[in-house]
């Protein structure tokens, strides 16, 4: 499996390379407020949630939760328990929540609960069982298909299988695999494959390989999460993941984790390797972000200080966030000033539409 490796140099990296880049970037960022400031202002019109599409929506089905439990994890990533779901109680959330569509996808911590041949079986069954509650709901239901990764040979076969057997509407790749980070866990031709494909990829984190002495005795999405998004999507674009395969259109959770406060010092030593600081920011720029969880009133603002709002995808985070939860983080959502009429309705349906034509019944064969 290829390991890619720069040689890092330090003559390229100093005060004044540092400096530069900065600049670059913060100019790139106050042009992009002013044009945003500018158009919102011009846009007013009273907002009201209806239709939305939640990109970041998950699934248990009564075989996961029995293997979770089996392989001793009733208490995922440090949380109190594995919450209930149903497709009764998913459909009664987003009703009341106002979602008219929910791609699904099976959170952490994933499918590393056995042997590999355990992981296959349990990870074809699970998506198989997702593409069955799709079928009953085409309307209401996406899915995100699972991997068996580390196993790359098993992952391109499984991803072959949930496009073409499937009809899946993308897959959902984990921060890291037991350890191994994404770029060294993926191999290059699944990634070839997703590029072919122009999949979407939906990021989504897991405890990261030292949480033990990291995560301070805190549930691991308390900031665990946050940080091993972050470290994943750096490590994509600095082993160039991003620029060879431009097809790919990932989704970056939690309105970019530390991503947006983080840009311009990923960007800045990004020279060490070669990598012109604006590269970085161009790269984040053309990333998708849900903003599941706490989006407000901090981290949406700092996100749009990075990439503009048709960059945007409302996601729940339903079940692992609680429904009178999710449903008033939306509620916030469709409130906020921080955002126009135009750019809300981008956000909470217009955005993801363009990427899940199927669940808007504008897909062409």
């Not at 500018?38 to 075989?63: G, N, Q, W």
């Not at 949380?79 to 998913?90: F, L, N, Q, R």
């Not at 990075?306 to 009178?324: E, K």
Request: net charge neutral; proline share 6%.
């Amino acid at each position: 499996m290829p390991v890619h490796k720069r040689r890092l140099s330090r003559r390229s990296f100093g005060v004044a390379a540092a400096a530069g880049a900065s600049a670059t970037v913060a100019a790139g960022a106050t042009a992009l407020a002013t044009t945003r400031d500018t158009e919102k202002a011009r846009d007013r019109r009273k907002f009201e949630l209806s239709d939305a599409i939640d990109v970041h929506a998950h699934y248990i089905t009564p075989a996961y939760r029995q293997a979770l439990i089996d392989a001793g994890q009733e208490h995922p990533d440090g949380m109190p328990s594995i919450p209930d779901w149903s497709a009764a109680d998913a459909l009664k959330f987003m009703d009341a929540a106002h979602v008219k569509s929910a791609v699904l996808s099976v959170s952490s911590p994933g499918f590393a609960l056995g042997d590999e041949a355990t992981t296959r079986r349990l990870v074809r069954q699970v998506n198989e069982e997702g593409a069955a509650l799709v079928r009953r709901h085409p309307r209401r239901f996406g899915l995100f298909a699972s991997l068996p990764l580390p196993d790359t040979d098993a992952a391109l076969a499984e991803t072959r299988h949930a496009f073409d057997a499937l009809d899946a509407d993308g897959v959902v790749l984990e921060t890291n695999y037991e350890g191994t980070y994404l770029v060294d866990a993926v191999d290059d031709t699944l990634f070839a494959e997703l590029n072919r494909r122009k999949a979407v990829v939906f990021l989504h984190p897991t405890s990261p390989a030292c949480w033990e002495s990291t995560a301070l005795g805190r549930p691991r999405p308390v900031i665990e999460f946050l940080f091993d998004t972050t470290r994943a999507v750096m490590q994509l674009i600095y082993e160039g993941v991003l620029s060879r395969y431009p097809d790919i259109r990932f989704i970056v959770p939690h309105a970019g984790a530390a991503l947006p406060v983080l840009a311009d010092r990923i960007a800045s030593f990004a020279t060490m390797e070669d990598i012109p600081p604006k590269d970085v920011i161009e790269a984040l720029s053309k990333l998708h972000y849900d903003v599941a969880g706490f989006a407000l009133p901090r981290a949406l603002p700092a996100l749009l200080n990075l990439v503009s709002a048709d960059r945007l995808l409302y996601g729940s985070d339903y079940p692992f966030t609680s429904a009178p939860v999710a449903t008033a983080l939306g509620v916030k959502l469709a409130a906020t000033d921080t955002l126009g009429y135009t750019e809300k309705r981008q956000m909470f349906s217009g955005n993801a539409a363009q990427l899940f034509p199927r669940l808007t019944g504008t897909k062409k064969n």
